[in-house]
């Protein structure tokens, strides 16, 4: 399992002290440390208010 370019990531919940995060990939649900966050660059295709 993994994100590769070009994959649909969506932030699905943030843990109460901030780390790990949860984000859907393609959709695989998964469970990430903020420290590997940080290697995925993302572009706002939906930005929701």
Known sequence: MGCLPGNHVEL????????????NV???????RKETAH??????VNETL
């Open 12 to 23: 699905l919940q943030i843990a109460p002290l901030g780390d790990p995060l949860y984000i």
């Open 26 to 32: 393609n959709d695989s649900h998964v469970a990430i």
């Open 39 to 44: 290697a995925i660059t993302v572009e706002v």
